[in-house]
């Protein structure tokens, strides 16, 4: 169901809108944790390492999908905002055009660079070969990867954060039965993993596009619109681009940081593998809240009500106090539990590397968020160059930090440079909401 967010109580608005696409973070993050609980349980902990070790690069092609999905809903949001149903369609079908061809380009890049991009991280040999299976098998569902993101960008830019929470919910289901299935029934390893990603992924990409589709034909334009139109493809552009760039480049930190894990060896990877999907499932909670305040902001500057969006702020901010203090509770309190999730007790090594990093970053994850939420407002009203310097001032501190204090402190220095980068971040981004540099951003036909 659509949703106007230019009328009404915001804090009401944005539970109701907020809490199904948490829910959603939640099982796609299940997603991704199953296959490492699974492998490192019934496998090995080799085997942990392997898919721990192709992890940033598969974190770069979500982040360029999640780019696409971010341009889309922001403009798709502005055009909803304004009733200007016409240029929605426009929009909309403009922008499933678009993501089929890159993504079939990024499946070309993948499978021809696969084991290089692995040989450039310094992946340790004894888990080369499940590496390259792991990741040659996720490559080849790249299209269902950007295809799902895209649906998902259109939902919640109408308003219905629901409709994507329930394939979801379906897919992160059968992914866990299939990837159960698979390695314990069939003893197929890695490859059982990924291709339970695959199978499931595939079909809930299918079904939401489908559903998609049937919710656009229930869209009266009083004009008629495009198929394809260069010039919205252009402005969608604006936004997706920066947002492509931001998550990519946080990617590439992310690789140029594994290389320097790789270089300690499979137990520091394995760790460090099973710790970055526990703060990524909190770094992603809190993202699905910023983008949630992206879709709010972008829907009234389409209406032209500035004052709703400052009030959609307080409450998001609110709202990632409710998200990231568990997290830091549970993390900080409770770490060698949380590794065991993933690890058997005879794992000494590799669960001590986790328990570290859980204990030095989960401090920081109030400041972390609040900077995603006023990114929100940021890139919402599309104030895209401020919304860019927050993030590469993060990243570039983070990365350069980790080789810095990697050398006085070993691996427990790369996990130092985490809150750095952070805390910077933070302050650069509240000073610029501060500073209103985001009415500039606005944009609305």
Known sequence: MNKDMTTGSPTGILWRFVIPMLVSTMFQQIYNIVDSIVVGKYVGVDALAAVGASYPITMIFMAVAMGCNIGCSVVISQFFGAKDYGNLKTSVSTSLISTVGVSAFFMVIGFVFCNAFLRLLGTPENIMGDSAIYLGIYVGGLLFLFLYNICTGIFTALGDSKTPLYFLIGSSVGNVILDLVFVINFHMGVAGVAWATFIAQGISSVLAFAALLRRMHGIEAKKGYEKFSG??????????????????????????????????????????????????????????????????????????????????????????????????????????????????TGDVAARQVGITFLRIASPFYVAVSAKLICDGVLRGAGAMKYFMITTFSDLIIRVVLAFILSGFFGSDGIWLSWPFGWIIGALLSAGFYKAGVWHKGMRVR
């Open 231 to 344: 010039k919205m493809l252009l402005r969608i552009s604006r936004i997706a681009i920066p947002s492509i760039l931001q998550q990519s480049f946080v990617s590439v930190g992310n690789v140029f940081v594994q290389g320097l894990v790789n270089s300690f060896g499979s137990d520091v990877v394995a760790g460090y593998s099973a710790a970055i999907k526990l703060n990524t499932f909190t770094i992603t909670s809190v993202s699905t809240l910023g983008n949630g305040i992206s879709n709010f902001t972008a829907q009234n500057i389409g209406a032209g009500k500035i004052e709703r969006v400052k009030k959609g702020l307080g409450v998001g901010m609110r709202m990632m106090l409710l998200v990231a203090i568990p997290f830091t509770i549970a993390y900080f309190f409770f770490g060698n539990a949380m590794m065991g999730i993933f690890m058997n």
